[in-house]
């Protein structure tokens, strides 16, 4: 089983940037994809990226691209979750998971995790 500690959250003015970040310790070998999902109060658990550990392959959810972006650091195990011209409606618990699918597109809801983070709390004020 792999641990999954998400860091990086808080509270943020509109426009302003946050970077998050997922540490992955423990039996890493299996999860090929690690994913960002968000979650806002009263709403469903949202795919926010994915990457792949061995290409760095990429995938955003449409409505995201252009202000957020994935990369991962392999010698760290970290993943992180750059987040720029944020709006109050990227206000979320954001989330890092970890698939075993072997493609980024193959990863793109909440079923194909296997493992999860806590989550770290972003708050963004207008």
């Known amino acids: 089983q792999v641990q999954l500690v998400e860091s990086g959250g808080g509270l943020v003015q509109a426009g302003g940037s946050l970077r998050l970040s997922c540490a992955a310790s423990?039996?890493?070998?299996?999860?090929?994809?690690m994913g960002w999902f968000r979650q806002a109060p009263g709403k469903e658990r949202e795919f926010v990226a994915a990457?792949?550990?061995?290409?760095?392959?990429?995938v955003y959810a449409d409505s995201l691209k252009g202000r957020f972006t994935v990369s991962r650091d392999n010698a760290k195990n970290t993943v992180y979750l750059q987040m720029n011209s944020l709006k109050p409606e990227d206000t979320a618990v954001y989330y890092c998971?970890?698939?075993?699918?072997?493609?980024?597109?193959?990863?793109?809801?909440?079923?194909?995790?296997?493992?999860w983070g806590q989550g770290t709390q972003v708050t963004v004020s207008s």
């Open positions: 998971a970890a698939s075993h699918r072997i493609a980024t597109k193959l990863a793109l809801t909440p079923d194909e995790y296997a493992s």
């Open positions: 423990g039996r890493i070998f299996g999860y090929y994809v």
């Open positions: 990457i792949k550990w061995s290409s760095a392959t990429v």
